[in-house]
Nanobody, 124 residues
């Protein structure tokens, strides 16, 4: 079992930045690839970014490439999502998730554990 807790969400103006954190506990955090997903009201959950257990490979949705950066610190059992140049369309609840697999990160069913989410609101 892995418990995940997100933090760092909030209200920011367009063009601003936020850094989300996801703290893991329970089974060995460093064994898992970690992903970020988001869900806006009335929309389906969508993939945002993912990172290999070692941090040696990352993957991003086209909509966030060049603006968002995923990273992890296995010593702190934490994964981060640095979000820059935020747009109103980035408004959503952001979730982190843990996957035992090294591929197919864009698929939600790849992930075994999910956090409760943190709200990000970008005003225009």
């Amino acid at each position: 079992q892995v418990q995940l807790v997100e933090s760092g969400g909030g209200l920011v103006q367009a063009g601003g930045s936020l850094r989300l954190s996801c703290a893991g506990s329970g089974r060995t955090f460093s064994n898992y690839a970690m992903g970020w997903f988001r869900q806006a009201p009335g929309k389906e959950r969508e993939f945002v970014a993912a990172i290999r257990w070692s941090g040696s490979r990352t993957n991003y949705a086209d909509s966030v490439k060049g603006r968002f950066t995923i990273s992890r610190d296995n010593a702190k059992n934490t994964v981060y999502l640095q979000m820059n140049s935020l747009k109103p369309e980035d408004t959503a609840v952001y979730y982190c998730a843990a996957s035992p697999y090294d591929n197919s990160w864009q698929r939600g069913n790849t992930y075994d554990y999910w956090g409760q989410g943190t709200q990000v609101t970008v005003s225009s």
